[in-house]
T-cell receptor, first 114, second 110 residues
Framework: GAGVSQTPSNKVTEKGKYVELRCDPI?????LYWYRQSLGQGPEFLIY????????DSGLPNDRFFAVRPEGSVSTLKIQRTERGDSAVYLC????????????FGPGTRLTVL | RKEVEQDPGPFNVPEGATVAFNCTYS??????FFWYRQDCRKEPKLLMS???SGNEDGRFTAQLNRASQYISLLIRDSKLSDSATYLC???????????FGKGTKLSVKP
């Protein structure tokens, strides 16, 4: 079956602009996670959805970052007033309720803020 | 101090070598433990879960010592295709976010 998909695969934007990153989880997976990976680092947790609600958003770095999952499937990560330090690979993962520990990752969106 | 610490690497080994990665975690409330593999410019993929009794999957053996808060991964008879970054990962609960180490890069040479 189809895995987690993310669009766009690459996004280049200018400092101060607004961006949206999309994640389409594996069908039937109720949990969805966003992580951010900077060069030479492991992924860092941003936010976790269980269904439509954000169960844990403690990893969002500041109020410029926001994420939604209105119908409990596709999620959008939104970044306002982008800064150069936001440049990273944004990874999305999903897991099924029968095995919540096993998270399947998408290929990521590489964001570059100039 | 990072919650999950790994050997800095990189590890450069010849084919057929045995290589061991170590990892420590600082939160004693951590409940689940994993090794993920990440190829260059690709997403992380689960390699194996780690259990207190230790577990083996082919050439890979993982060990967990809860008292020392220490996790290890042993790769025997390494192959060129094992070249990747290996990420030590913990989870504080039954669901929720994974906490990743920085990763250790392995290069297996012919």
């Amino acid at each position: 079956g189809a895995g987690v998909s993310q669009t766009p695969s690459n996004k280049v934007t200018e400092k101060g602009k607004y961006v949206e990153l999309r994640c389409d989880p594996i069908s039937g997976h109720t949990a969805l996670y966003w992580y951010r990976q900077s060069l030479g680092q492991g992924p860092e947790f941003l936010i976790y959805f269980q269904g439509t609600g954000a169960a844990d958003d403690s990893g969002l770095p500041n109020d410029r970052f926001f994420a939604v999952r209105p119908e409990g499937s596709v999620s959008t990560l939104k970044i306002q007033r982008t800064e150069r330090g936001d440049s990273a690979v944004y990874l999305c993962a999903s897991s099924h309720s029968s095995d919540p520990q096993q998270q399947f990752f998408g290929p990521g969106t590489r964001l570059t803020v100039l | 101090r990072k919650e999950v610490e790994q050997d800095p690497g990189p590890f450069n080994v010849p084919e057929g070598a045995t290589v061991a990665f170590n990892c420590t975690y600082s939160n004693s409330a951590s409940q689940s433990f994993f090794w993920y593999r990440q190829d260059c410019r690709k997403e992380p993929k689960l390699l194996m879960s780690v259990y207190s009794s230790g577990n083996e999957d082919g050439r890979f053996t993982a060990q967990l010592n809860r008292a020392s808060q220490y996790i290890s991964l042993l790769i025997r008879d390494s192959k060129l295709s094992d070249s990747a970054t290996y990420l030590c990962v913990v989870n504080r609960g039954s669901q929720g976010n994974l906490i990743f180490g920085k990763g250790t890069k392995l290069s297996v040479k012919p």
